[in-house]
């Protein structure tokens, strides 16, 4: 590996970020400082923390990020139900490709667990 811009969840995060804020343009405008918000720095924080895990010195580091950066998937899947559920989206596209982002993820950590041992 070069730098996270060659892992394939790195790029998948930068797609998700996109789509996100694409979507949420469409929110209630007083949503601005709720969902909008939250979901938007959520979406960010995924491929960031990946890309800081892989900065990282250590596997150990690394892993950490990527946990991180998994927490925010779980965080952004209940935004998106929520969003859901208040009638400000009807499509489960999101949904889908966050939880391909997720099972690419876990195959990562478990690979670098693999070798770390």
Same mark, same amino acid.
């Given at each position: 590996?070069?730098?996270?811009? $060659?892992? $394939?969840?790195?790029?998948?995060? /930068?797609?998700?970020?996109?789509?996100?804020?694409?979507?949420?343009?469409?929110?209630?405008?007083?949503? =601005?400082?709720?969902?909008?918000?939250?979901?938007?720095?959520? &979406?960010?924080s /995924?491929?960031?923390?990946? &890309? %800081?895990?892989? &900065?990282?010195?250590?596997?150990?580091?690394?892993?950490?990020?990527?946990?991180?950066?998994?927490?925010?998937?779980?965080?952004l899947?209940?935004?998106? /139900? /929520?969003?859901?559920?208040?009638?400000?989206? =009807?499509?489960?596209?999101?949904?889908?490709?966050?939880?391909?982002?997720?099972?690419?993820?876990?195959?990562?950590?478990?690979?670098?667990?693999? %070798? &770390? =041992?």
């Amino acid at each position: 590996m070069k730098t996270h811009k $060659d892992l $394939d969840v790195w790029k998948l995060g /930068i797609d998700l970020v996109k789509e996100i804020y694409l979507m949420t343009r469409k929110f209630p405008s007083n949503e =601005q400082y709720g969902l909008v918000s939250k979901m938007r720095k959520c &979406a960010v924080s /995924i491929p960031s923390n990946i &890309a %800081e895990g892989a &900065a990282r010195n250590s596997k150990k580091e690394y892993l950490q990020f990527l946990y991180i950066s998994l927490g925010s998937m779980s965080e952004l899947e209940t935004q998106l /139900i /929520i969003s859901k559920e208040l009638g400000m989206i =009807q499509d489960n596209t999101v949904m889908e490709k966050l939880e391909v982002l997720r099972r690419k993820m876990l195959n990562l950590i478990r690979y670098l667990k693999k %070798e &770390a =041992q």
